[in-house]
């Protein structure tokens, strides 16, 4: 794990543009930089001619900055640090901004049946997915219990009147599974505010499209084959005005006696996941919600995800490692909005 929220889970390509804005008399921008323990991207296209690129790049990094101190793990003064230190029955004070991601991963909890939460980073040391952490076998019954005393999102914090109370002195909040969307909402905000209008930003995985690319179509995003040594292209789609993230469990995992363990760890049950959803992306109207979705989803699962995805008219494709007839390939399944949108 890196030095601000979590490693990159980055499994999606952008297709290449012609640039075509160019020939047209339009600036395309390109800015680039690291935040969040991994990297960000945006093409913005500056219609006006007007934005100064140094301009543009001071705003984009005072706002992750901003989100930085609001939500990183790895800043001692950071508002969710703070709250991590603080005793049972505290009430930390917050920033309209965190309680917005607390309140919306409290409806993800609770509309996923438990399958996201942001309490879970005992559960991550214990299975070697935190920082400096690795291990090659499985933990003691003992010791799962243990960390699962320390998790539980809806029995280890309260939001309500601009706070956060702790519940549970034990317990910590990680939002590496939600803040990266955040920070790119934030940051799409601040090229809205600059008069731009067609653009893509993206911080490690998770992105917001609005309008179109510099070809003149929406934004082309192939969707990664989930699979560690192969960057290849499962289906492209087109986004614009939507956010986007997909989560998987082909990057970070081990193996013991043949059982493939990864970082997706299941809050109710202290485990990794171990069904055959290999990846989710989720398209949404913001990448917050997208970002925590794709999570929720993939420690649902396809069996029991796909039905939340519907009943919620979510845009969703799930990727399934298929073993039919011997062979190792994969399959795909699309929730009714998502295969309405990629018609």
Same mark, same amino acid.
């Given at each position: 794990m890196s030095n601000q929220f979590n490693l990159s889970r980055r499994s999606f390509i952008v297709m290449p543009l012609a640039l075509a804005a160019c020939?047209?008399?339009? !600036?395309?921008l390109e800015l680039s930089g690291l935040t969040m323990g991994t990297g960000y991207n945006i093409v913005a296209i500056d219609h006006s001619r007007d934005v100064q690129h140094d301009a543009l790049q001071a705003a984009v990094d005072g706002a992750l900055a901003q989100v930085?101190?609001?939500?990183? !793990?790895?800043?001692?003064?950071s508002e969710i640090s703070r709250f991590n230190a603080a005793r049972a029955g505290d009430s930390i004070a917050v920033s309209p901004e965190l309680a917005q991601v607390m309140q919306a991963a409290a409806e993800v909890h609770d509309a996923s049946e438990g399958g996201f939460d942001v309490t879970v980073g005992a559960l991550i040391d214990l299975w070697g997915f935190g920082a400096g952490r690795t291990r090659s076998d499985m933990p003691t019954e003992a010791e799962i219990a243990q960390a699962m005393a320390?998790? $539980? @999102?809806? @029995?280890?914090?309260?939001?309500? $009147?601009?706070?956060?109370?702790?519940? !549970?002195?034990?317990? $910590?909040?990680y939002l590496s599974s939600i803040g990266k969307g955040f920070g790119v909402d934030h940051v799409a905000r601040v090229l809205n505010d600059f008069g731009i209008t067609d653009y893509m930003v993206e911080i490690g995985g998770d992105l917001y499209t609005a309008g179109n690319n510099p070809d003149g179509r929406p934004w082309q995003i192939g969707i990664e084959t989930? @699979?560690?040594?192969?960057r290849g292209v499962m289906q492209v789609v087109g986004v614009s005005g939507m956010g986007m993230a997909t989560s998987g469990d082909y990057r970070n995992y081990f193996d013991v006696d043949g059982t493939r363990y990864s970082h997706i760890i299941d809050a109710t049950t202290g485990r990794p996941v171990t069904h055959d959803t290999a990846s989710v992306t989720v398209?949404?109207?913001n990448a917050m919600l997208a970002d925590a979705w794709a999570t929720a989803l993939l420690v649902l699962g396809r069996e029991r995800g796909l039905k939340i995805a519907n009943d919620r008219d979510m845009a969703v494709l799930f990727i399934d490692r298929d073993g039919a007839g011997g062979k190792s390939g994969f399959k795909t399944t699309a929730s009714d909005r998502f295969a309405q949108l990629t018609a």
């Open positions: 020939r047209k008399g339009w !600036n395309v930085n101190a609001q939500m990183s !793990n790895w800043d001692d003064g320390c998790c $539980g @999102q809806s @029995q280890s914090v309260v939001l309500g $009147g601009g706070a956060l109370t702790k519940l !549970n002195s034990d317990a $910590g909040i989930p @699979q560690v040594h192969d398209m949404t109207d």
